[in-house]
């Protein structure tokens, strides 16, 4: 007689996105080792290049070149999710949060998915929280 499979859904505790039996996640392999950000200047088109492994501490003069270049959607996320792939979570929902406000006149599309991601920053910023109040005990 065979046993009944128990389903499965995944892996506990979220890490369904990593590759079974290995510690290589996968979530953030599409971050870029450095992103190029278009500069308008005059005639010529030039780039500054962002390294996303050695990431500032204070992001407000990366975001002020972000807003003045008006960049897409697509670089404000891929330098927020740097940031997350270094668990400098404040720091990359606040890019977010920045980014929504220098797309504020762009399309729904655009906003929605900096929303999504905003959310989904919050909430894995949520599962990284202590479980009991500070001070109780068991």
Do not use: H
């Not at 979220?14 to 278009?38: E, H, K, M, W, Y």
């Not at 200047?41 to 030039?46: A, I, N, Q, T, V």
């Not at 720091?91 to 920045?98: C, P, T, W, Y």
């Amino acid at each position: 007689m065979i046993p009944p499979r128990t389903p499965t859904n995944g892996i506990a505790n979220g890490t369904s996105n990593d590759l079974p039996g290995s510690n290589v996640s996968i979530r953030f392999s599409q971050i870029p080792r450095a992103l190029d950000i278009p500069v308008s200047g005059g005639d010529s088109e030039e780039a500054v290049e962002v390294d996303l492994e050695d990431l500032m501490d204070d992001p407000t003069e990366l975001c002020t070149l972000l807003e003045n270049e008006n960049v897409s959607k697509a670089n404000w996320m891929t330098i927020a999710l740097a940031y997350a792939k270094q668990k400098k979570m404040e720091l990359a929902i606040n890019i977010i949060n920045r980014g929504m406000g220098a797309l504020r006149s762009s399309k729904s599309e655009d906003r929605l998915s900096m929303l999504s991601c905003l959310c989904w920053m919050l909430l894995w910023q949520c599962r990284a929280a202590p479980r009991l109040r500070p001070g109780r005990i068991l």
